[in-house]
């Protein structure tokens, strides 16, 4: 049975999450997880397997099903909800009862992945991520700004997804580096427009500095282009 086939009894999912756990694999994500994160050591793809079988069998009842007891419970939710076939307006209030779950910028990040969104689902979408740009829990304010770079960073709407991220006030750390990811998502992708915006200098000096260090990091950009960004770096 090839591995895309693999069929998951979900009866006791406590149970069935201890039969996939990798040892190592949880060491690992240990490292990168805030210290006392119950994690068991399950690889993203098989959870993901298993949201969407749960889905199949249950639908968005699945999530009853799911405690937060553990990372990877958690994380299954995030996925049952972002797989799950409802109307983007109808997803909105599951998405931000899990956003007061979601600790750790993992979660956030693979939740924020998950999504498959139509031109029409942006646009009901971007009302609710305004609202978590201005939020101040910290990992709401990350998850409307990882929505944007993964999702928004378009021709069609670049310059408002610079004069979003200018906005944002939040000094969390995963808020700011998030930030600073976007801005150098929309350099690579866009780079006339992200220059004029680097030389308003309206973003404050880690943030800025933190993109321009993204971006001369990236195997996208060219070195001419990596060198020119240099001067708006603040001192």
Known sequence: MSKNCIQYELDDIHRLLLKYADEKYRSFSARLLP???PLMGVRLPILRQIAKQGIRQKGILFLKQLTD?????????????????????????????????VDNWSLCDSFCATFCLSDSDKKTLLPFLKRCLNN?????????????????????????????????????????????WAVSICYIQYSRQTLLFLQKNTLNKYVQNKAIQKIRESVCVSQDKKDFVLQYKKH
């Not at 996925?79 to 007061?100: A, H, M, Q, R, T």
């Open 35 to 37: 210290p006392h994160t």
């Open 136 to 180: 101040d829990k910290e990992y709401v304010v990350r998850f409307g700004v990882v929505m944007l770079l993964m999702y928004y960073i378009t021709e069609t709407d670049i310059d408002m997804c610079l004069k979003l991220l200018e906005r944002i006030s939040h000094q969390g750390y995963y808020v700011q580096m998030a930030v600073a």
């Open 69 to 101: 007891d553990s990372f990877e419970e958690k994380m299954l939710s995030g996925f049952v909800i972002g797989y799950v076939s409802l109307p983007i307006s109808d997803k909105i209030p599951y998405i931000e009862n899990y956003l007061n779950k």
